[in-house]
C-alpha cells in the first residue's frame, strides 16, 4: 500500500462526441450545467469544451469522435477518467515505484495544469491531474465558487444593478483598493473602462510597482466609483450615487486586447482621432492593462445632509 494517498477526489471524465454544440447544449440547457471554458486548435477549429459541476469537478467534451469501440483517443463515448492530486511528482513516482503502467512523462497541458496518463487493468485510460492556481480550471472555480458578499446595511437607499452599470458606463474614475504590502490596504485612484459586452472593467498603469506586485500576491480587489452628485431645489446638500464592486483582477498579455482597452480608455476623454492613435503608438507599450472580472457590485444613493 502507498505511503500516503497519491489521488485525492475526482476531477473531471471525458466524453468524445459526434456533434460537439449538440452535447453542449444538451449538457447545458438540458441538465442545467455551465459552461466553463473553451480550448481551440491552432487552426482555429474548437477541441475541448469544460462543464462546471462543482468546485474542482468537471466534464470534459471532446470534439470529432470517429469510430465506435472501447477507450480510445478518438472513440466517442468515454474516453478517460482524471485524478486529482497536490503533488503530481510524488503522485507519478509512486505508480512508478509500484511498476506502472505508465503511459506518459509528467507534462504541461494547454489548460497549465500538470498531468501524466496511466492505465487500469482493463485498458481504462487514467490521467493524474495537479491543478495549479494559474490553471484554467483552478480560475473557473474561482470563478463559479459561491461568494459569501453581505448585504447591504442600509438597503433603501440601494440601487438597481442597472444603474450601477450606468456610473460605471459613465464616470471615468474610481479608486482600486488591494491588498497591499504588510497586510495594509493600498488603495490608488485609476481611470476605468466597462466593457458591456463581456461585463468587466480594464484599466491600465505601469507595469512594475506596489499595484502589480500586490496584484501577483492576490488577485481579490474591490473598486469604488462615485458620480458628481446633483443637488435638489432650495437643497446645499449633494445627493450622490456610488458603486462598490468586489472582483478579480489580472494583467491583460495580449496585445490586440490591450489595444482595444487603451482605445475605449482614451475615448473616455477625448474624441481626438490623431491623438487617439499617438498615444496608441506610443504610450500603450509601456503600459500594463488590467482586466477586473466582478464577482459581486452594490451601489447606493446617499444625501449628504
Known sequence: MAEFPTVEGLSHTAIRTRNIEESVRYYTEVLGMREAFRMYRKDGTLATVYL?????????????GVREGITGPDVIGMNH??????????SYDAVLEAGGPLDSEVKRGQSQCRMF???????????????PPESMQAQADEKFRPAAFRPMRRFKQQISERECIRILREERRGVLSVIGENG???????????????GKL??????????????????RVSYCV??????????????????????RIKPVRDEEKAKVIGENLCRKF????????????????????????????????????
Open 81 to 90: 477518467i482524471c485524478l486529482m492530486t497536490k503533488d503530481i511528482g510524488r
Open 270 to 305: 477625448t474624441n481626438d482621432e490623431e491623438y487617439i492613435q499617438k498615444e496608441l503608438q506610443n504610450a500603450l507599450p509601456r503600459v500594463q492593462c488590467l482586466e477586473l472580472t466582478i464577482d459581486h457590485m452594490t451601489g447606493k444613493l446617499v444625501n449628504e445632509s
Open 52 to 64: 462546471f459541476i462543482t468546485p474542482g469537478q468537471y466534464l470534459e467534451l471532446f470534439a470529432d
Open 226 to 247: 462615485y458620480d458628481s452628485g446633483f443637488r435638489k431645489e432650495g437643497e446645499w446638500a449633494l445627493n450622490v450615487n456610488s458603486v462598490v464592486v468586489f472582483g
Open 117 to 131: 496518463w496511466t492505465h487500469d487493468p482493463d485498458g481504462t485510460r487514467i490521467e493524474i491531474m495537479e491543478m
Open 184 to 198: 495594509y490596504p493600498y488603495g490608488i485612484p485609476m481611470n476605468h473602462w466597462y466593457n458591456p459586452e463581456d
Open 202 to 219: 480594464y484599466f491600465h498603469g505601469a507595469k512594475t510597482g506596489h499595484k502589480i506586485d500586490a496584484i501577483k500576491n492576490c488577485g
